[in-house]
T-cell receptor, first 123, second 113 residues
Framework: SAVISQKPSRDICQRGTSLTIQCQVD?????MFWYRQQPGQSLTLIAT?????????ESGFVIDKFPISRPNLTFSTLTVSNMSPEDSSIYLC????????????????????FGPGTRLTVL | GESVGLHLPTLSVQEGDNSIINCAYS??????FIWYKQESGKGPQFIID?????DKRQGQRVTVLLNKTVKHLSLQIAATQPGDSAVYFC????????????FGAGTRLAVHP
């Protein structure tokens, strides 16, 4: 089964600073996504991380605030820039790949699997 | 402590009882649905999925029912155990160029001994 890890697992940051979150998968995957989960709420898609090209952002999220990199098929980063207390959330990466499905992972070729999340508190 | 689930609706059940968690989805064009379980301090974990050409799917102790007429999804957990205590999210997949998961609000399941 695929192992998805995120670094850091949690952080406390000062207003105005930036934090880069890493997502690492132990298998090559087709799709990688970044979600935000605000306190006590559900998950909202920030963007799709595209390998070799610019990320595709959802409405309400912009590249200047949440720059994303995806240099290869196993790794992606999300940066939360110029942070404010409103950015305090859990940030989650997810992956989707027909290769994981063929390896026997539960679900289907289009199932998304999530990392453990990064818990960010901005003071 | 974790903030996930603090403000979500809560379903309280006794250990050994069956649990039913409901979800209303928004888009009649959605064709793939997933239930996730999120325990405190962890990311969402896949439980079971169902496609729009099915009404029911069963797994180990879990059953998902899909009613496309009223856009309703339910997750049934048989013989609920303390380890089932978590927040449960339904998610719908809206086809259209790439997979985009839209998550429901979530329900916190509290299992009491």
């Amino acid at each position: 089964s695929a192992v998805i890890s995120q670094k850091p697992s949690r952080d406390i940051c000062q207003r105005g600073t930036s934090l880069t979150i890493q997502c690492q998968v132990d298998s090559q995957v087709t799709m990688m996504f970044w979600y935000r989960q605000q306190p006590g709420q559900s998950l909202t898609l920030i963007a799709t991380a595209n390998q070799g090209s610019e990320a595709t952002y959802e409405s309400g999220f912009v590249i200047d605030k949440f720059p994303i990199s995806r240099p290869n098929l196993t790794f992606s980063t999300l940066t939360v820039s110029n942070m404010s207390p409103e950015d305090s959330s859990i940030y989650l990466c997810s992956v989707e790949s027909v290769l994981l499905y063929r390896e026997g992972l539960a679900g289907g070729p289009d199932t998304q699997y999530f990392g453990p999340g990064t818990r960010l508190t901005v003071l | 402590g974790e903030s996930v689930g603090l403000h979500l609706p809560t379903l309280s059940v006794q250990e050994g009882d069956n649990s039913i968690i409901n979800c209303a989805y928004s888009n009649s064009a959605s064709d793939y649905f997933i239930w996730y379980k999120q325990e405190s301090g962890k990311g969402p974990q896949f439980i079971i999925d169902i496609r729009s050409n099915m009404d029911k799917r069963q797994g180990q102790r879990v059953t998902v029912l899909l009613n496309k007429t009223v856009k309703h999804l339910s997750l049934q957990i048989a013989a609920t155990q303390p380890g089932d205590s978590a927040v449960y999210f339904c998610a719908e997949n809206r086809a259209g160029g790439y997979n985009k998961l839209i998550f429901g609000a979530g329900t916190r399941l509290a299992v009491h001994p």
